[in-house]
């Protein structure tokens, strides 16, 4: 007999303590919670163009985090 036959023979049934159908729930409720948050943040950086293009004019040119290092 194999390690795995005799492992699964000697564990008894471990009862869950939630019905099993409630798991994958949970796991689509976070799941779809979490793409909320992400979809929230689409295009955050297009909002600013007009305070980036003046923070630009006013240093230059030179936009913050581009270039230099």
Request: positive net charge; glycine residues 12%; aromatic residues 10%.
């Given at each position: 007999m194999?390690f795995?036959a005799?492992?699964?023979?000697?564990?008894?049934?471990?009862?869950?303590?939630?019905?099993?159908?409630?798991?994958?729930?949970?796991?689509?409720?976070?799941?779809?919670?979490?793409?909320?948050?992400?979809?929230?943040?689409?295009?955050?950086s297009?909002?600013?163009?007009?305070?980036?293009?003046?923070?630009?004019?006013?240093?230059?040119?030179?936009?913050?985090?581009?270039?230099?290092?």
């Amino acid at each position: 007999m194999s390690f795995v036959a005799t492992v699964l023979t000697e564990v008894g049934h471990v009862d869950l303590p939630l019905p099993l159908i409630v798991y994958p729930l949970v796991a689509a409720v976070l799941f779809f919670a979490l793409g909320a948050v992400v979809w929230s943040f689409r295009e955050v950086s297009n909002r600013h163009s007009g305070k980036a293009a003046a923070y630009a004019a006013a240093r230059g040119g030179q936009t913050p985090g581009v270039g230099g290092h």
